[in-house]
């Protein structure tokens, strides 16, 4: 411990000394850091971002959906959530859970004058918009009445009402043409903004008995699920399973012919995700601090021949060779931690400072400590791996040649 | 009067392989340095007497012979053994006084005592006192490029002395100093003398050698005098 104290000293001596030796001598490990912390930082900004706008959705929501998979289709079963199977979802979370049905609507574009969006039109019950928080600026909601009478009603998103040139403010009152019929606008919905690049508010919302009608077949839906208690969603996703397994007649360890999907889930994909971006890029540092390694290591060897002579004195006056290896190790290893640092500020800077000019980047750069404690100890490894064969160099020369040495 | 002796040579050799050839730079070396002597080794370039301090300084290991340093036996030491023989028991002053060049005069009389891991405040202390010693006690945060010859063979016999070792061995001490200085210096290895420092000084320079109470000298890898024993041998 001694000679560890004594080495750091003494390597923070000899890096003083040779201030801009040091920095350019380092300037791999900086590079290397910094961009990783840069990258690092906007990588987690993005993620920490994405898991807010799912906060808003809910870590206590549950879709349920059709499986695409052939696997259940080769057993013969009904692959369709019918509205019988949503009424017995409702029926088996009672009191723990609210849920609404939604269906989809295949057809044309949709029309105005001349012009026409092709945004996404689901049939949704009244509660659709509580349990999706949605808000609407303009007109009202679709509501109960309106699938009972079968009333053409339509709620629109506003980045439809944009592509059929219909100021927000004005929609309400307006008909558009959809497969054939007249729909009229209600209400329009508040701005979502786009999620993983898809435009939230290129929607439109018809009562869901107006949109089965447009099947000729029985309509399958996707069940959304708002659990009360995020505590109960696993036993919630239980109930769910087991009561569509009843509805559907699948016994004992045949697969399931639907899918659920749960906030916890969505999270999950969100990180592996971001986990996949941060180790593709992790590599691509891992080659540059290998590259400064390098070069730290070059210039520790014309270090170790320069200072043969200093090297021979210190023998001369009793420094054994462990003593020498471990001064030239920690001068590396301290030569590339100050490379660290340095890059980590840079790199944060970079984060920090670059965040706010990529367009449509609207998160704020965040930097984990994780990253910090990653960057100064992939440092420590470089200098450890690439100072080793400087420093037993140093170690091994013969006291007496050191000493002529000129 | 008995005289314990810091160094004991017995039948030394040391022989190098020259392209198959042997070739012995010291044939058999038999030599007693007493506690407090003052000694020059003198010989022309190739008598062996650079070999023979490399020896004495543990700085290397002969061939054959047996060497005894304050005591111990040091011949077959490992290299490890050697530097921390290296350590305590010689202090080196070498003719172009190779202080570290980064580092002030405290720190290059402080850098032997790193190495018997003595803590920072004890080695600055025991340094400065050191540098006092030997007339360098404003000098103290000088870097050696700062300093003069003289100055500079000063700090060296400073971090030489600082360990207090049994034996202070000097390389042409005054090579590359000039006249006055070099008088200071002999000046000052001769109250080291007085105050009871064992001193082995290797040299070419009759005039230096002359001021050592004792003469040794070397030809062609042999003693072939010694003035303890009336001359030539």
């Known amino acids: ?406 | 009067m008995p005289v314990s002796n810091v160094i004991e040579l017995r039948g030394i050799g040391k022989d190098y392989a020259m392209g198959g050839e042997v070739f012995s730079a010291l044939k058999s070396i038999d030599l007693d340095i007493g506690q407090n002597e003052f000694v020059a080794i003198i010989g022309s370039s190739g008598s062996g007497k650079s070999t023979l301090m490399n020896i004495i300084g543990c700085l290397d290991r002969p061939t054959r012979g047996d060497y005894t340093l304050a005591g111990d036996d040091v011949a077959k030491l490992s290299a490890n053994q050697q530097a921390g023989i290296r350590n305590r028991q010689i202090g080196f002053i070498f003719q172009s006084f190779n202080l570290l060049p980064r580092i002030s005069a405290l720190h290059n009389v402080m850098q032997p005592l790193i190495y018997q891991k003595v803590g920072l405040s004890k080695r600055k202390k025991m340094a400065k006192e050191m540098l006092e010693k030997v007339g360098l006690g404003d000098k103290l945060g000088n870097q050696p490029n700062a300093m003069s010859g003289g100055q500079r063979q000063r700090v060296a016999v400073a971090r030489a002395l600082v360990t207090q070792p049994s034996l202070l061995l000097a390389d042409e001490p005054t090579g590359n100093l000039d006249s006055k200085t070099t008088e200071e210096i002999m000046q000052l290895f001769e109250q080291l003398h007085a105050s009871g420092q064992t001193i082995v000084i290797v040299t070419h320079e009759p005039d230096i050698a002359a001021r050592c109470q004792r003469q040794i000298t070397l030809k062609d890898g042999a003693v072939v005098s010694d003035s303890k024993y009336g001359g030539a041998i």
């Open chain 1, 1 to 406: 411990m001694f000679m560890v104290l004594e080495s750091v000293r003494s390597a923070f001596s000899a890096i003083r000394a040779n201030k801009l030796r040091s920095v350019l001598t380092s300037l791999g490990i900086i590079i290397g850091v910094m961009s990783t912390i840069a990258v690092i930082s906007l990588i987690q900004g993005l993620r920490a971002s994405v898991l807010s706008e799912f906060e808003g959705f809910g870590a206590n929501q549950v879709v349920v959906f059709p499986s695409p998979s052939d696997a259940a289709a080769s057993y013969g079963l009904p692959q369709n959530i019918t509205v019988d199977d949503y009424e017995a979802v409702l029926d088996a979370i009672d009191g723990f859970a609210e849920a609404t049905a939604q269906v989809s609507v295949w057809g044309d574009r949709i029309r105005f004058g001349e012009e026409s969006s092709g945004a996404s039109v689901t049939g949704v019950y009244p509660e659709q918009y509580i349990i999706n928080d949605l808000s609407i600026a303009y007109g009202r909601p679709t509501v109960a009445g309106d699938g009972t009478a079968r009333n053409p009603v339509m709620v629109v998103g506003q980045s439809l009402l944009e592509d059929l040139e219909i100021a927000p403010d004005e929609a309400v009152g307006k008909y558009v043409e959809f497969n054939g019929d007249w729909y009229l606008i209600v209400g329009v919905l508040e701005k979502i903004g786009a999620v993983f690049g898809q435009d939230q508010d290129n929607v439109a919302y018809v009562p869901f008995e107006v949109a089965a009608q447009q099947s000729a077949v029985e309509p399958s839906v996707v069940i959304f699920v708002n659990v009360f208690e995020t505590d109960n969603v696993p036993f919630v996703l239980s109930r769910i399973k087991q009561a569509l397994r009843l509805q559907h007649g699948i016994s004992g360890d045949m697969p399931d012919d639907f899918q659920t999907f749960t906030g916890d889930q969505a999270i999950a994909q969100i990180d592996t995700i971001t986990g996949v971006l941060t180790a593709v890029f992790g590599g691509v540092v891992a080659i540059s601090l290998l590259v400064g390694g390098i070069g730290i290591m070059n210039i520790m060897l014309v270090s170790v021949t320069e200072r043969t002579r200093e090297i021979g004195i210190c023998k001369a006056l009793g420094a054994t060779r462990a003593q020498i290896l471990l001064q030239f190790l920690i001068e590396a290893v301290v030569l590339c931690l100050v490379g660290g640092v340095i890059g980590i500020l840079l790199g944060s800077a970079i984060g920090l400072g670059i965040a706010p000019l990529i367009p449509g980047f609207e998160a704020q750069a965040v930097i984990p400590l994780w990253a910090i404690a990653l960057a100064l100890g992939f440092s420590t490894g470089v200098g450890v791996i690439f100072g080793i064969l400087p420093a037993a160099k140093a170690a091994s020369l013969d006291p007496i040649d050191a000493l002529r040495y000129e």
